[in-house]
């Protein structure tokens, strides 16, 4: 299956696909008048074709709607909607037009702090069903310790008393 997919396969199977079209050209060059499949054409006149009524076509009235752009809070509590996502900083929104991507400026800086903020600050409320389980957590969890310590009984449990190996940690073997 793997030969298959080689390039010198498939060029040479691109190869044999254009001798057999220009194989075909050729042919039809050579013997196309002696071999036509059906009545030529050239012979019939612009009278004898009939000509067809134009259809008419009944398009339906066009509707103009305009999108609300750039609507304040106040207009949006008029008109009933609601933007979601919340309006970014103005500090952001700056970061934005200086500078290029490719220095890592411009939509590049202002796309890495957009992506530090969590749902929760750049959404007025969930946009995704899946977003309903982590939604406000942080208000819940406020701070995470990581043990200093954290795999270090696991490891000594498992590996050192089976293997024989004693365990005499260094004062810098500490993680973080």
């Not at 030969?3 to 079209?21: A, F, M, P």
């Not at 954290?150 to 008393?161: E, P």
Request: some cysteine; aromatic content about 10%; glycine content about 8%.
């Amino acid at each position: 299956m793997r030969d298959l997919l080689t390039t010198q396969k498939q060029n040479c199977y691109r190869e044999l696909i254009e001798k057999e079209v220009y194989t075909r050209l050729a042919w039809k060059v050579k013997y196309g008048q002696e071999y036509s499949r059906g009545p030529s054409l050239k012979g019939l006149k612009a009278s004898t074709v009939p000509k067809l009524p134009a259809p008419r076509t009944v398009l339906p009235p066009v509707m103009c709607t305009q999108k609300p752009e750039g609507l304040t809070v106040a207009q949006t509590a008029e008109t009933g909607l609601q933007p979601d996502m919340r309006p970014v900083t103005p500090l952001i929104r700056s970061t934005l037009y200086q500078g290029f991507s490719k220095e890592g400026k411009g939509r590049n800086l202002y796309l890495q702090q957009r992506s530090q903020k969590s749902p929760d600050e750049k959404f007025q409320h969930p946009v995704l069903s899946s977003w309903e389980y982590g939604w406000r957590l942080g208000e819940l969890v406020k701070e995470v310790k990581k043990p200093v310590y954290g795999r270090s009984g696991l490891v000594k449990d498992t590996f050192y008393a089976r293997n024989g190996i004693f365990n005499s940690p260094a004062p810098t073997d500490r993680l973080g």
